[in-house]
């Protein structure tokens, strides 16, 4: 592995925006400089001799590894995202859109691969903000008039006024404002619009009459600005019609009491529902806990009896008890969490424990839920260790591994990965089952939601939400990367050790 960071950094231009990469023939980082630091959050330590896989989503790793063969095939320049948009992921989850080029880098006769990025999130932002107040301003059905500050003639007037008007944009653009004003004519229009070209108002509102195309006349509330169209001064009105404020105070008056008193009933019966929820949850998972736990202890005994040819088929229902009775303690331990989020009665109990504990612990729970061939692999590591809430991790990895089993069809392996660092443990879990529909990804973690594809499976659809509400308050992050009928990813990291 390469290591001369003394001599490649006096060649990188640590002052250039864009970030610098750069890696050897197997992709791994070699040099970093400052903008690739910041773009990524990530320290210089942090990212050398990493594979440059690191700063991309998993869903771009086999795109850049083509690019990557053809780069080294060719030693030519070549722009990663020709054909479509590429995504980095920063060091905390966050993704950012890059324009990427690799280009040939030599030194002492060793050629390299130089990575450089560009973020061009904030560029793509401001053109869709551009976009998207044209659109507002050509569909508005306000209307929006912009004329010349010297001649008064109408520039541009939108969709709105014209149909308000009842004059096209090739009629109008002939017109002033004084010409739909019938009220003004253009001595007193402009003694009115002097004060802000003297810029001692940022902007007048004015309420005056404006005149349709068939004579009919209408109130309105105008809002003036004075702008600038490249190097030309032009005025920017907005008009309100007013005929409705005008005709029908009262009337609006007591519509906005009616709905006052409706939104006090509302938030009202909402206080007293959420009520009568917490202190049903309360009560139905203490009334069902005890007779749960006789249930699993009655079933452990009752496969303690070893009779007959019978046996099997007996040991068989007793799986079946035991395993249903689980799972309503589950759902029960999950109401009372969420009963305890609600009634901000959570407190969390902080020991140092080893991670493997927990992680043999989950996987043995899980193994009763596991379905015909399927398996679990994960890494082991004794020295990994955690100064957090044991019960709680615990649970975070059980509610994960049991979703990836409950999702993923037979004969199907299941992955748990672990990494930690100096300051963070990561843990992903990986399964090749159904997988989250697009359209219901953005609600995955709302409680009591369940995408459509899962429907009939059992769930609850608050295990999710619990798990990030715990992370949330333990300074954690969840976030996964998922495509209907291939799988499912969920990243969990989570501080080594907790703030108290």
Known sequence: ?????????????ETISEAVIIVDNH????????????????????????DLNILLPFNYHESLSIHFEEFLKTGNRIKINDSKDVFGIKKDGDIVELDIELIPFTIYNKTFAMALISDISEKKRKEEERHHLSIIFDESLNEIHVF?????????VNY????????????????TPIDITPCKDEGEFRTAIDILLKKNVEKLVIETVQRRKDGT??????????????????????????????????????????????????????????????????????????????????????????????????NKHIKTITDKAQILNNILNGFLSIEKFDTGNLSYQFTNFKISEIVDEVIYNARMLIK??????????????????????????SNLIQNAIKYSPEDTTIYLDIDQDEEITTFKIRDAGVGIPENAQKNIFDRYFRAENVINIEGTGIGLNIVKNHLEKLNGKIYFESKQDVGTTFTVSIPNIAKQ
């Open 217 to 314: 006349e209408y109130p309105v509330e105008t809002h003036l600005q004075l702008s600038k169209l490249g190097d030309r001064e032009v005025f920017v009105a907005i008009i309100l019609d007013i005929t409705e404020r005008k005709n029908y105070t009262k009337k609006l008056e007591k519509i906005v009491e009616e709905r006052t008193q409706q939104l006090k009933y509302a938030l009202d019966k909402e206080v007293e529902i959420n009520q009568l929820k917490s202190k049903f949850l309360s009560s139905l998972s203490h009334e069902f806990k005890t007779p749960l736990s006789a249930i699993l202890t009655s079933a452990l005994l009752l496969s303690k009896y070893q009779l007959t040819e019978q046996q099997e088929r007996r």
């Open 1 to 13: 592995m390469l290591r001369q960071e003394d001599k490649i950094s006096n060649i990188l231009l």
């Open 372 to 397: 015909e061939g399927q398996q679990i692999k994960y890494t082991e590591n004794e020295d990994l260790s955690l100064y957090q809430d044991e019960k709680i991790i615990e649970l975070i990895l």
């Open 27 to 50: 992709q791994k980082i070699v040099e970093v400089n400052a903008s690739a630091e910041r773009i990524f959050a990530y320290k210089k330590d942090e990212l050398i001799s990493k």
């Open 148 to 156: 010349d500050a010297k001649t008064l003639r109408f520039i541009n």
């Open 160 to 175: 709105g006024a014209q149909k308000s008007l009842g004059y096209s944009m090739e009629e109008l653009i002939d017109m």
